[in-house]
């Protein structure tokens, strides 16, 4: 899933640094921007930035959402009072159900409301879909760098899970040939009763296992071994 980040109407350069910190370490190489209210390149935004300093320098600025939002396929709002998303007619989500929801977008425009007042219900009204992410009921309001840092961890975790991890992990049709080798050694053995009983079960225990390859490889070895003696 590519991630454009746009920002709408910053207002403090400390946020803008982290930000643009935590941009750079999920993989994100440029931000967006609607009509800053400080300066992004001013010395506390570049200070808190510490090695993503470039990310601001290179920053694309709009002068309204309306433009920014011109070639967007799909526009995802953040709040963190959900209901202004409901009152703005955008079907809002929390951000795990989004990124189970929507895992297979391949791109999406993420905006991310001023620092002190957040998006207005014109801008909610502007997205696709709004996220937001349950917090304290008393107190539910995060600050935008560490919101930014969540929202970018859940969506970035399905693009590392798919290049990364699941790599490692069995296939269907791995499961499936051990399965059936499972089956002719247990046919093949006269102790075993309820033949079809120890399989269902078997197979079940594997497929919630969710076993690695070298798992796999391991059993299909030792059934190959026992089928032969």
């Not at 808190?48 to 396929?73: G, M, P, V």
Request: glycine share 2%.
């Amino acid at each position: 899933m590519k991630i454009k980040l746009l920002l709408i109407e910053p207002v403090y350069q400390i946020n803008l640094g982290y930000i643009a910190r935590t941009a750079k370490n999920f993989g994100i190489n440029k931000l967006y921007m609607v009509n800053p209210k400080c300066n992004p390149n001013g010395n506390q935004a570049i200070k808190f930035s510490k090695h993503a300093r470039e990310l601001l320098e290179n920053a694309i600025i709009y002068e309204n959402i309306e433009d920014a939002l011109k070639d967007s396929e799909f526009v995802v709002g953040t709040t963190a009072i959900w209901k202004k998303a409901d009152e703005a007619k955008s079907n809002i989500y929390t951000l795990d159900d989004f990124t189970t929801k929507f895992k297979n977008l391949k791109e999406v425009t993420i905006l991310i409301g001023r620092d002190n007042t957040g998006l207005t219900k014109r801008e909610m009204k502007m997205c696709d879909a709004s996220i937001y992410i349950p917090a304290n009921y008393d107190y539910p309001t995060l600050n935008i760098s560490h919101a930014v840092a969540i929202i970018l961890y859940e969506l970035n975790k399905f693009n590392f899970l798919e290049k990364e991890i699941n790599n490692k992990y069995a296939d269907l049709k791995s499961i499936n040939s051990v399965l059936y080798l499972f089956k002719n050694f247990v046919d093949s053995n006269s102790y075993v009763r309820k033949k079809q009983e120890v399989e269902r079960v078997f197979s079940h225990i594997i497929r919630r296992s969710n076993p690695t390859k070298d798992e796999i490889n391991t059993l299909k070895a030792a059934f190959n071994k026992k089928k032969q003696n």
